[in-house]
Each structure stands twice: as C-alpha cells, then as structure tokens.
C-alpha cells in the first residue's frame, strides 16, 4: 500500500471520528451538541480494516485524541495516528459550527492531501455523514455503543451504489485517563 493511500485510507477513518465527534441534532440544539462533544472526547484507540478494494484485508491501528471546541460554538479538534505495520501517518480534523450546519476538513482539506466533510445528520446514537475529496463521494456511518465504543464504516460511491471500504472499532482508552491522587 503506497504512502498517500494509506493517508487518504486513514484519514477517512480520522474524518469519520471528528464527525462522529462534531454533529448533534441540529443548530438549535447547540447546548446539546457541545454536550456531545464533551462526551465523546479524549482518548480513542482501536483496529480497522480495509474491506473492499485493492487492499482488501489491510488491518491498521489508530490512536487519536479529540477536544471540544472552546467557548459557546459547538465543534472538535482531533489530532493522533494510524499505523500500518511500521508505517504511521500523522492525522487531524476539525469540525466547526456554521450557521444551521457543521463543516470540516481532514488534514488540509479536498483541495490538499486530505477531504471535506460536507454534510450530516444525526439519529440516536448514530451519524451519517457525506464526504469529498475530488471525484470521490462516499459516506460514514458511525455508532456509539455505550460510553465507551464506536463503530464506524465508510463507503464510498460507485456508480449508483455505496460500497463500503473501511471499517473501524474504537474504544476509550481508559488506561489515558487521569487519576486523581488518594490521601490516606
């Protein structure tokens, strides 16, 4: 697997957790939304795979750290890794608040090495996402399952159906966590 699809691969995986991360129900619903984003940030680590495609069957690791956006707007800032075999590749997203709707990029953007994130919706405890880079349109669904889980496929469009490519399960890393000292 060359160096810039394993980025792009990777960076579907980052995009998908920042948006994960970064939509709530709706604009009106903005303290929810920051809520949501207090709740799910921190450390995640976990195994993906590539599914379909060239590189069926390539396993990678990711380990990211998300933080909410400061002050009243709603949004997140992720930054962290994903690694195959001895190959590890820096990632980052942001998801910002605009008006009715959140928009976002992974790394630099469509318009560099990375992608858009160009719509969105949430449901419950799951998110569909629309993202872009060039010719490329796909989707991510991602699940929360309890506190501590996410699972996450991406799909990308071919012809007149979505194709999924990559899947991903992340878990709070715990193990990140502060602990606060214990007098005795």
């Known amino acids: 697997m060359n160096t810039r699809q394993f980025s792009i691969g990777c960076g ?3 995009a998908s957790l920042a948006v994960t991360v970064g939509f709530a129900a709706d604009a009106t619903a903005s303290s929810r939304d ?3 984003f207090e709740t799910v940030s921190g450390n995640w680590k976990g195994p993906g795979e590539i599914v379909a495609g060239k590189y069926k069957g390539t396993k990678f690791t990711c380990n990211l750290f998300g933080e909410p956006a400061s002050g009243k ?3 997140i800032k992720l930054d962290g890794t994903c690694r195959v075999g001895v190959f590890s590749q820096p990632m980052s997203a942001v998801i910002s608040q605009v008006g009715n ?3 976002g990029k992974f790394l630099d953007g ?3 090495k990375g992608l858009d994130i160009v719509s969105g919706t949430v449901n419950g405890d799951k998110v569909v996402v629309g993202i872009n880079r060039q010719k490329l349109n796909g989707a991510m669904i991602a699940r929360i399952d309890g506190d501590n889980a996410m699972n996450v496929t991406i799909s990308v469009k071919v012809e007149d159906r979505m194709v999924p490519v990559i899947g991903l399960t992340l878990n709070r890393d715990l193990d990140a966590i502060a602990v606060g000292s214990i007098k005795q």
């Open 73 to 75: 707007s709603a949004g």
């Open 34 to 36: 920051k809520a949501f």
């Open 101 to 103: 709707s959140y928009k």
């Open 12 to 14: 579907l995986v980052v």
């Open 110 to 112: 469509a318009d560099g």
